[in-house]
Protein backbone atom coordinates (compact mmCIF):
# COMPACT_ATOMS: atom_id res chain seq x y z
CA UNK A 1 0.00 0.00 0.00
CA UNK A 2 1.39 3.49 -1.11
CA UNK A 3 0.87 6.60 0.85
CA UNK A 4 2.11 9.99 0.15
CA UNK A 5 2.13 12.11 2.98
CA UNK A 6 2.87 15.90 2.36
CA UNK A 7 3.82 18.74 4.63
CA UNK A 8 5.13 22.32 5.06
CA UNK A 9 2.69 24.43 4.03
CA UNK A 10 1.90 27.71 5.90
CA UNK A 11 1.17 30.89 5.29
CA UNK A 12 3.68 33.28 3.93
CA UNK A 13 4.44 36.76 2.90
CA UNK A 14 4.71 37.56 -0.63
CA UNK A 15 8.87 36.87 -1.33
CA UNK A 16 9.09 34.53 1.33
CA UNK A 17 10.00 30.82 0.76
CA UNK A 18 8.27 27.78 2.13
CA UNK A 19 10.04 24.16 1.83
CA UNK A 20 7.37 21.41 1.41
CA UNK A 21 7.82 17.53 2.03
CA UNK A 22 5.89 14.59 0.41
CA UNK A 23 7.16 10.97 2.77
CA UNK A 24 6.61 8.36 0.38
CA UNK A 25 5.35 5.31 2.57
CA UNK A 26 5.60 1.83 0.79
CA UNK A 27 6.78 3.01 -2.54
CA UNK A 28 9.57 1.73 -4.47
CA UNK A 29 11.95 4.29 -4.80
CA UNK A 30 13.46 3.42 -7.96
CA UNK A 31 11.67 3.22 -11.52
CA UNK A 32 8.87 6.63 -10.52
CA UNK A 33 7.83 9.37 -11.29
CA UNK A 34 6.67 11.69 -8.64
CA UNK A 35 5.07 15.43 -9.14
CA UNK A 36 4.08 18.13 -7.62
CA UNK A 37 0.64 19.59 -8.43
CA UNK A 38 -1.16 22.44 -7.37
CA UNK A 39 -4.95 23.38 -7.66
CA UNK A 40 -6.08 26.92 -6.56
CA UNK A 41 -10.01 27.60 -5.89
CA UNK A 42 -12.01 27.45 -8.71
CA UNK A 43 -9.26 26.07 -11.14
CA UNK A 44 -8.00 23.15 -12.36
CA UNK A 45 -5.09 21.15 -10.68
CA UNK A 46 -1.33 21.65 -12.48
CA UNK A 47 1.67 20.38 -12.68
CA UNK A 48 4.08 22.63 -10.50
CA UNK A 49 7.45 20.26 -11.05
CA UNK A 50 8.27 16.64 -11.77
CA UNK A 51 11.08 14.53 -11.07
CA UNK A 52 12.48 10.66 -12.05
CA UNK A 53 14.39 7.64 -12.14
CA UNK A 54 15.88 9.05 -15.05
CA UNK A 55 17.26 12.14 -13.72
CA UNK A 56 15.11 14.75 -15.31
CA UNK A 57 13.46 17.71 -14.03
CA UNK A 58 10.70 20.04 -15.15
CA UNK A 59 9.05 23.04 -14.24
CA UNK A 60 6.29 24.54 -15.27
CA UNK A 61 7.33 28.52 -16.80
CA UNK A 62 5.36 29.98 -13.78
CA UNK A 63 7.82 28.92 -11.24
CA UNK A 64 10.93 28.30 -13.44
CA UNK A 65 14.04 30.34 -11.20
CA UNK A 66 11.76 29.99 -8.03
CA UNK A 67 10.86 26.57 -7.22
CA UNK A 68 13.26 23.54 -6.94
CA UNK A 69 12.67 20.23 -6.75
CA UNK A 70 14.55 17.49 -5.08
CA UNK A 71 14.38 14.26 -3.67
CA UNK A 72 16.12 11.55 -0.93
CA UNK A 73 15.64 8.65 -1.69
CA UNK A 74 17.49 7.02 1.77
CA UNK A 75 14.73 9.05 3.34
CA UNK A 76 11.71 8.07 0.68
CA UNK A 77 11.23 11.79 0.65
CA UNK A 78 10.15 14.48 -2.23
CA UNK A 79 10.78 18.00 -1.51
CA UNK A 80 9.71 20.89 -3.14
CA UNK A 81 12.11 24.31 -2.41
CA UNK A 82 9.47 27.50 -3.15
CA UNK A 83 11.20 31.03 -3.01
CA UNK A 84 10.26 34.39 -3.99
CA UNK A 85 6.51 33.47 -3.73
CA UNK A 86 3.79 35.27 -5.07
CA UNK A 87 0.12 35.63 -4.24
CA UNK A 88 -0.50 33.70 -7.45
CA UNK A 89 1.38 30.50 -5.90
CA UNK A 90 -1.67 30.12 -3.26
CA UNK A 91 -3.15 26.68 -3.82
CA UNK A 92 -3.71 23.38 -2.28
CA UNK A 93 -0.06 21.44 -3.11
CA UNK A 94 0.27 17.81 -3.96
CA UNK A 95 2.50 15.60 -4.50
CA UNK A 96 2.06 12.46 -7.12
CA UNK A 97 3.81 9.36 -7.86
CA UNK A 98 3.55 6.85 -10.44
CA UNK A 99 5.65 3.84 -11.44
CA UNK A 100 7.90 4.51 -14.47
CA UNK A 101 11.00 5.29 -14.87
CA UNK A 102 10.61 8.66 -16.77
CA UNK A 103 7.84 11.14 -16.42
CA UNK A 104 7.98 12.25 -20.01
CA UNK A 105 5.72 14.45 -21.69
CA UNK A 106 2.62 13.33 -19.86
CA UNK A 107 4.34 14.83 -16.48
CA UNK A 108 1.66 17.69 -15.70
CA UNK A 109 -1.25 15.16 -16.42
CA UNK A 110 -3.36 14.41 -13.80
CA UNK A 111 -4.14 10.72 -15.17
CA UNK A 112 -0.89 10.11 -15.50
CA UNK A 113 -0.30 8.79 -11.85
CA UNK A 114 -1.36 6.85 -9.60
CA UNK A 115 -0.56 7.65 -6.25
CA UNK A 116 -1.87 11.15 -4.14
CA UNK A 117 -0.99 12.86 -1.55
CA UNK A 118 -4.10 14.79 0.80
CA UNK A 119 -2.11 18.10 0.13
CA UNK A 120 -0.69 20.63 1.96
CA UNK A 121 -2.03 24.55 1.88
CA UNK A 122 0.16 27.31 0.71
CA UNK A 123 -1.40 30.79 1.13
CA UNK A 124 0.78 33.90 0.31
CA UNK A 125 -0.42 37.50 0.86
CA UNK A 126 0.72 40.58 -0.91
Known amino acids: QVQLVESGGGSVQAGGSLRLSCAAF????????MAWFRQAPGKEREGVASTDSSGNITYVDSVKGRFAISQDNAKSTLYLQMNSLKPEDTAMYYC????????????????????WGQGTQVTVSS
Open 26 to 33: GLIYTGHC
Open 96 to 115: AADLRWWCGGRWSQITGYKY
